[in-house]
């Protein structure tokens, strides 16, 4: 990307008014940042007026601008595991690295990834005890086809997703392959923007049957193989490779971009600000809540199970300090968010799964909930049937 202003047949008072432009903002961002690179400010509207009707003019150019600033920011806020990682994110591309970016200069860096004129960028990550979250940053040379823009559809919430199928790792430990989304937002026909989340699923030991969990640091390998639109989803036939194993293999007709995209990091894992409060409680049927633990982005419950029974037959509910359900986070149905909640207090419910999926959650969803809430809550009515409760305070 080298001069590539002097290249663009434009007018020799507007190039000189861009390139005043864009030298003033470089100035801004080097004067802020500290130890990573962070969006400039103080620009002022006019030079930022101009560099916006130029590159409307030429929109595939503005595409390939560097991302400045951090991506967390720009989608933290609009996904349904919103949280404030941005605070908190290690930046993965070093200050020299992000100087080139500012340059035009092209990279060289594993988390800049081209395939098929594809351009997968990860620019940050954050991670907990319960997750993995990626700012994930795709840019399509050709434009993004019209059908994987799907901002519209009511079954994603309102959210813009890139669908992916992929594999990731922990160390040796392969998670296995499956096919997610990315949430985010267009910017443009080109550019996708947006946030990977990844579970984090304990392993219990076969001997004391305490859940583990990941070490502080650990090497973790996120591989895509595949990027589409949701309009994708339900038009798969399955394949086996010769060697035995299972292969997707998608329409013909949905477009697809395939690559070999691997992204291989050391992780910090992040454990401040999390609260673990012991209960130790046991209900007359032998099940029971052993601790609970939130941290800023979410709160669930470990079990206490019955021998000869297992966690899948029993369902964790908890709710919020007005003793509403709380809404779930990730993937796992005993995770629920906590982010912008009011959760200083929570009530915590273990109840029969059968019982509160075909009865219990009735309460909430059936009817008019507004006005039953008048006279019991969703956890004063859990609270008469669940099989364990603890009601539990979390410092502020």
């Not at 990977?196 to 392993?203: A, H, L, M, N, T």
Request: aromatic share 12%.
């Amino acid at each position: 990307m080298r001069d590539w202003m002097e290249k663009i047949p434009v007018s020799e008072a507007l190039d000189a008014v861009v390139k005043k432009s864009i030298n003033q903002l470089k100035f801004e961002q080097k004067r802020k940042r500290r130890h990573r690179w962070m969006m400039a400010g103080g620009v002022t509207a006019a030079a930022f007026a101009v560099i916006i009707a130029f590159f409307g003019v030429h929109p595939a150019l503005a595409s390939k601008l560097p991302f400045i600033g951090h991506l967390f920011e720009k989608v933290e806020e609009d996904v349904s595991y919103s949280g404030k990682y941005s605070e908190k994110a290690e930046t993965l591309l070093s200050v020299e690295e992000a100087d080139r970016v500012d340059e035009g200069e092209a990279v060289d860096s594993p988390y800049i990834q081209t395939f098929n004129g594809v351009t997968v960028t990860i620019s940050e990550v954050y991670c907990n005890r319960y997750a993995i979250y990626l700012a994930v940053k795709i840019y399509c040379e050709e434009g993004f086809p019209e059908d994987f823009d799907n901002r519209n559809k009511e079954d994603i919430e309102h959210r813009a997703v890139m669908m992916h199928d992929s594999n990731s790792s922990f160390g040796d430990n392969l998670i296995g392959r499956s096919t997610e989304w990315i949430q985010g937002m267009f910017e443009d026909d080109h550019t996708f923007v947006g946030i990977y989340r990844e579970d984090i699923f304990p392993v219990e030991d076969a001997e004391t049957y305490e859940k583990k969990y990941l070490p502080d640091t650990f090497t973790y390998t996120w591989r895509i193989y595949d990027l589409f639109g949701t309009s994708s989803v339900g038009s798969e036939r399955r394949v086996h490779k010769p060697d035995g194993t299972e292969y997707v293999l998608w329409d013909e007709e949905c477009k697809h971009y395939q690559g070999q995209w691997c992204f291989e990091m050391e992780i910090h894992k992040d454990e401040s600000r999390t609260q673990r409060v012991e209960v130790g409680m046991v209900g007359d049927d032998g099940v029971g809540i052993q601790e609970v633990i939130k941290t800023p982005y979410e709160v669930t419950a470990n079990l206490i199970i019955p021998e000869g029974r297992t966690e899948g037959e029993y369902m964790l509910i908890i709710c919020d300090s007005e003793g509403d359900i709380l809404p779930n986070r990730g993937n796992s149905a005993s995770m629920y968010n906590v982010y912008q909640q009011n959760t200083d207090k929570v009530y915590v419910f273990v109840c029969d799964a059968h019982e509160y999926l075909d009865e219990l959650k009735g309460y909430r969803w059936k009817g008019d909930y507004e006005e039953k809430k008048k006279e019991k809550t969703f956890a004063e009515y859990l609270s008469e049937h669940a099989l364990a409760s603890a009601e539990v305070t979390f410092e502020e």
